[in-house]
């Protein structure tokens, strides 16, 4: 095998908690793949009809995923929102995978935030351009503990909720979900090839806004552990 000509960067991770799991260990990320307007009241507030129509999906870098419980306020942005979301971890993958046959593929779930810089995601839908300078950028998608499958089951239904310094700003339940978990699996294989350490960003419900330096975020997802995050 040929020698680096660089240090090869370290593997983006998400911590595991819970079962035989814990002790330091660590899910490696792969993709990182985020569903836009999954929630109906979401898409409504974005200004969009809520009917199900084909879903669709942007990406962030799977080094934006960040563990660290702060969150830097970004550059070159005034109006960065917080987005409460849950995160699905896959242990295996492939193509034209089946609805039926999809949870077979999740290792397990956590918390997760969808930071965006609203403005500059504003002016890229304006321009008809790519989304990644408003969700992309470094740090942008805070995520707590991974919790397996045979820890906490599938997350199908139940409160998830967002609190800013204590006030409750998003709640729905996960059954809300426009495209199901399996369903965004099974339409994923159909344009890409899923492999073990893609991870998807399944929506957020209504409720979304702007976040300040010295704020405090918590996401509370039925079945794991909270997320709590501090801007600064």
């Not at 139940?158 to 729905?172: A, C, M, S, V």
């Amino acid at each position: 095998m040929a020698d680096f000509v660089i240090n090869p960067p370290p593997t983006p991770v998400i911590p595991v908690v819970g079962g035989p799991f814990d002790k330091g260990s660590a899910f490696p990320v792969r993709r990182v793949y985020c569903i836009g307007r999954n929630y109906a009241a979401h898409a409504v507030e974005m200004g969009h009809d809520p009917d199900r129509e084909a879903p669709f999906f942007f990406q962030k870098n799977p080094e934006n995923l960040d563990n660290s419980g702060t969150f830097p306020y970004p550059t070159q942005s005034k109006d960065v929102h917080y987005e409460a979301e849950l995160l699905v971890a896959l242990k295996s993958g492939g193509t034209n995978i089946k609805t039926k046959d999809a949870l077979g593929h999740v290792w397990g779930y956590a918390p997760a935030l969808d930071m965006t810089r609203r403005d500059l995601q504003g002016q890229a839908k304006k321009m008809g351009r790519p989304w990644e300078i408003g969700k992309a950028f470094e740090r942008s998608a805070p995520v707590g503990p991974l919790r397996s499958v045979d820890d906490v089951g599938h997350l199908d239904a139940g409160l998830i909720e967002l609190r800013l310094n204590g006030e409750i700003k998003q709640t729905g339940d996960m059954n809300q979900m426009i495209w199901k978990v399996p369903e965004m699996i099974s339409y994923l294989s159909d344009y890409f090839e899923l492999a073990a350490g893609d991870v998807i960003m399944s929506g957020t419900p209504a409720g979304v806004g702007p976040v300040q330096r010295g704020d405090e975020i918590a996401v509370t997802i039925q079945g794991l552990d909270d997320l709590i995050v501090k801007v600064t």
